[in-house]
């Protein structure tokens, strides 16, 4: 059972658009980490925020870490097809991550 | 390549045999967890060592399952007696003792049980 629910669970769109994909949860984190997996591939930490209503930027991508620490949003910028992947959200509590089940993002050319 | 790294990649097995996969950390990485993924979800925690200890366990760890890191570096995932639902990724990370969080994964043990 993931506690965290990640929407939409499957993302298609064109390069050069704009998309945002979310995490949302009942429970509070110290953090949270988002990580994006390829295929064959394990999770490769994106960015991790802990401060409620922090907002991070990664090039192209920016995080944003809800006020009560419950929820968070990846919003990418001009996509490309190298931003293709499986995009995982993972709550952070005593150590211990919690992941959500992913937003697969494909971006096509 | 001083990354995490799993073998074997890639594991076919009848069910009811034995298997068992090796995760090798990042060099000096305390911390050892093993991962259980499947289609379409997240990784799931089954396991953590602190060097050779043995900390935490899921209760998705059945009796099946055991885990080793006999002198704190690798360590073995064996699971006795596999079933189907056995068929999973099996993933590895690592994080040094002060990592912040951080952990670093291997590219996972992909396994079938036919």
């Known amino acids: 059972t993931q506690l965290l629910e990640q929407s939409p669970q499957f993302l298609s769109i064109q390069e050069g658009e704009n998309l945002t994909v979310y995490c949302n949860s009942s429970?509070?984190?110290?953090?949270l980490q988002w990580y994006r997996q390829e295929p064959g591939e394990g999770p490769v930490l994106l960015v991790t925020v802990v401060t409620g209503g922090e907002v991070k930027k990664l090039k192209r991508l920016t995080f944003q870490f809800g006020d009560a620490r419950k929820d968070s949003s990846l919003h990418i910028t001009a996509a490309q097809p190298g931003d293709t992947g499986l995009y995982l959200c993972?709550?952070?509590?005593?150590?211990?991550?919690?992941f959500g089940a992913g937003t697969q993002v494909v971006v096509t050319p | 390549d001083t990354g995490v790294s799993q073998d074997p990649r890639h594991k076919i097995t009848k069910r009811g045999q034995n298997v068992t996969f090796r995760c090798d950390p990042i060099s000096e990485h305390n911390r050892l967890y093993w991962y259980r993924q499947t289609l379409g979800q997240g990784p799931e925690f089954l396991t953590y060592?602190?060097?050779?200890?043995?900390?935490?366990k899921s209760r998705l760890l059945s009796d099946r399952f055991s885990a080793e890191r006999p002198k704190g570096s690798f360590s073995t995932l064996e699971i006795q007696r596999t079933e189907q639902g056995d068929s999973a990724m099996y993933l590895c990370a690592s994080s040094p003792t002060s990592g912040k969080n951080i952990q670093y994964f291997g590219a996972g043990t992909r396994l079938s049980v036919l």
């Open positions: 429970s509070v984190f110290s953090s």
């Open positions: 060592f602190q060097n050779e200890a043995q900390l935490e």
């Open positions: 993972a709550g952070i509590n005593w150590g211990k991550l919690q």
